[in-house]
């Protein structure tokens, strides 16, 4: 059990005596929330789902808000699993929550987060049967037919850097290792779609094999575009630094990495996950992208063959809107709302314009349909 003493109230959790100093919240003018409990670092005996929480997904899907402000307590541990980032290409990834990107976290702007993380990367973590308190990203995992994840065990001390949150970073992203747990609180400040990451030394090193996902703050008073739009989608663009290898699996170079060169480009962690399975629509639908280009070196010109942005949140805040977009510049880390209407019945292609990524994988489709779900299939004239 562990004993922990908060505000001088102690309270037993699971074997371990934790003692930590509580810091009154700081509230500024503009409603923002500054100042938490210092983060815990323990150990427990814990070996259920990796993953837990109510409004946590797997991209593309995004879980959908309660009204009002509320704390949210999340789950994500570290774990090893060996995944298929292309075909043909598969190797030992570390990641949060078991696959690459890492789940999707949506909150509201004020909104408090207590997050606990157990480094499981010493143990082979197999999930079976998602359990009644599992997270929707969970529920969705046997969806995923391309990376196919299979547990692996890749001992390493790691972190968790939440770009969401105003917290000193030598506290909450401090860095545990094997075997430890650490839990801490941040509130979301400021909406936005952030990147979360890794912050363990070499940086590059640890998004390059796979650690990273990404958190939507909506706005407390939502968007302009809110009560127009039909569908949400996230989309998650990462480059991926892999070599063959003398066994199955291929494995990082961390010298392509160095070089800016990547072997892989892809959406959602996959150079195929949104081409066999494309985003879909209605005709004359407005469509809504949480975009995050997590890099970790490059940046990306996202565009849409036939159609337009016609109102873009960069970053994902509402005061940053852009209008009438054929491309939308992203460099390493930036996130956006990009917003379209589905002109017509048909299949639209969706690309990084820096072609050398999109022959690298970073291509999918929105398929859009007549109102009566009805669609004649043509081939898509852009290929890679």
Known sequence: MILAVVGGVATLVAGVLLVRTETAPRQSPDAKVFGSAPAIVFQEDYNGPPVTGRNVTRAPALAPLQAGNTTHHVRIDVVAAEIEVAPGVRYQAWTFGGTVPGPVLHVRQGDRVVFTMKNRSDTAVTVTKPSADAS????????????KPTPAVAPMPHSMDFHAGTVAPNDKWR??????????????????????????????????MGQYGVVVVSPRQGFPTDDLVDRHYVVVQS????????????????????????????????????????????????????????????????????????????????????????????????????ELIAPEEGTYILVDHEFADAQRGA?????????????????PTMQH
């Not at 545990?176 to 090193?205: D, K, T």
């Not at 849409?304 to 880390?333: C, H, K, Y």
């Not at 291509?363 to 004649?376: C, F, H, K, M, N």
Request: charged share 20%; with cysteine.
């Open 175 to 208: 860095m545990i290792q094997p075997g430890e747990s650490i839990r801490f609180e941040w509130v979301a400040n400021y909406p936005g779609v952030y990147l979360y990451h890794c912050g363990v030394a070499p940086v590059l090193m640890h998004l390059a």
């Open 239 to 338: 480059e991926f630094y892999l070599k063959p290898s003398d066994g199955d699996l291929h494995v990082l170079d961390f010298d392509r990495a160095i070089a800016k060169q990547p072997s892989q480009v892809a959406f959602n962690g996959h150079t195929q996950a949104l081409t066999q399975s494309p985003l879909v629509a209605n005709v004359g639908e407005r469509v809504r992208l949480y975009v995050q280009n997590v890099g970790p070196s490059d940046g990306s010109s996202l565009h849409m063959v036939g159609a337009i942005f016609d109102r873009v949140f960069f970053e994902g805040n509402p005061r940053n809107e852009w209008t009438g977009l054929q491309t939308v510049p992203f460099g390493a880390s930036n996130g956006a709302v990009v």
């Open 363 to 379: 291509i999918g489709y929105l398929q859009v349909r007549s109102p009566s779900g009805q669609t004649t299939e043509r081939r």
């Open 136 to 147: 929707p990203f969970l529920r969705d995992l046997p969806r995923d037919k391309l990376q």
